[in-house]
Every structure is written in C-alpha cells, then in structure tokens.
C-alpha cells in the first residue's frame, strides 16, 4: 500500500508540472493526450492480439448486443451483477466521467467558432494574462452566420459520432474552474481577473484532496466512487444543458425535439444505474 500511495502522489505532483508550461492549457492537453492515445491504443492492440484468445474476441462481440455466446441466452445483465462496479462502467465510458462535459471548453480554447472572442486559460509559466469572458458572446441569427454555424455543427457532429462515439466503443480538472468562473462576478474580480490563479488554485486544492483520499480506500474503490458520482453528476448536467439551450439561446439554434429527448433520456439512464448503485451500498 505504502508503495502505491507514494506512485499516486508522484503521479499527482507530475501532472501538476505539465500543466504549468506552455501558452495554452489547451494545448499543452492536446499534446499530452496525443502522447497518451498512441501509446495506450497501440499498448493495448499489441497486448489484445498477442494474448486474448478468439473466442474472446466473439464473445465481446456478442457482448455487445447482450448475447452470451457461452449459452446463446440473450441478457443485457449477467446474474448477480455489481451495481456499484456497473454504474462505474457506464459513467466512465467513452471519454471518462465528467471529462465528456468538458470537451466544449477545449473547442472554446483552441478558438474555434465563437471561442475566438472568448479567451482562453493560459498556462501559468510561459503564458500570459488573458481575460476569459463568461457570457455575452453570442453572434446575430442572420442568415450568414447561421450558415458558419451549421458548418462548425456538422465539424461538431463528425468529431462526436465519427471519432468519439466510435472510438469510445472500441476502447480535460478544469470543470470546477469554468463554474466558478462563470457563476461568480467576486471570483471574476479576484487579483484583477486572472484565471489561471482560479484553475491552478482549483488544481492545487484537488491534488491535495486526491493525495488525502488515496490513503481512505484501496485505488479501485476510489475509481468506482469517482465513476458513480460522475454519474450523478450526468444526471444534474443532462437536465441543465436542456433548460440552457432551451431558454437561452436564439430560436434558430435551440436544438430540435429529438436531441431534447436524448437529453432527458440520459438523466433517466444514467439515474437508473446511479439510483441502484446506491440502493446495493444501502441496501
């Protein structure tokens, strides 16, 4: 145990240290999660083709549409499922948790569309001064713009389904700051409106706490809270993106009724596993 808190902590303090170099936080992720994504993909497709026997391969395959190949029953849940374990699979599938809420601020910092006008959090050595806006961007709906933004949705639309959705079913501590950020006018105003002393305080209060938290739980118990209060949290930013897009934007770009409906059927998907994870802990 001694040996692996001392890892987490390393590993906590080494992820601080990236995150201070650079221009942008932005680009110093991209880098960072280029680094990461080739050297876990390509890991594990010489590991997978190396040692998993077929078999496997046809059962994860039938996995997939709830079918144990082992029996040829259909069943999307095995008997005597762990619910706590579960509900961790699903809230950290595909990208992981709460980081799937933050990927339009890495859109927003890479300046594209709107993001332009908007600001961006700058590195804190080799950055500089940035003032991040927090609302009244938006463009007029006329004609022109509209066509813009029908073509960054369709960028939007081929990044999520084409490379996201996919890549999430074959295989950014920064949340926090962006809602103090833009919920608070004194935050804004702290130290002359700096943000990156909002993100690296953020950052430092989180490594802190994570290096507390390693010495309450074993790593893996860690991971299955983490997850299940990541779906909690889909539950509450499900509903807020509806009533957002829905009573804030222009009339033009409020979404149609079909991704409303996708919205409330996440909160209720992700409600369900949370609400039997916790029922199994209580229970």
Known sequence: MPLVYYIGVATFFACV????VGR???RTLELLNWILITAILSSFLVLAVAFVPMP???SAAGGLAGIDTRTGSFGFLPAGVDWVLLAALVA???CGGITNMALSNWARDRGYGMGERVGYIPAAVG???VNLAHSRFMFPPDRENLERYRGWWRIVRADQWGIFFIGGILGMVRALT???WTGSDR???WRGGDVRLVYYGVLAAVVLWGIVALRLAQPMMLLQIGANVAGVVFVITSLHVLYINTRLLPLALRPPLWRRAALVFMALFYGFFSALSISSLIG
């Not at 240290?17 to 201070?20: G, K, Q, T, W």
């Open 17 to 20: 240290a990236i995150l201070l």
């Open 24 to 26: 942008r936080i932005e």
């Open 56 to 58: 496997v391969w046809i």
């Open 92 to 94: 950290y599938s595909g």
């Open 127 to 129: 950055g500089k001064k």
């Open 178 to 180: 962006d809602i103090l």
């Open 187 to 189: 935050v804004r105003a």
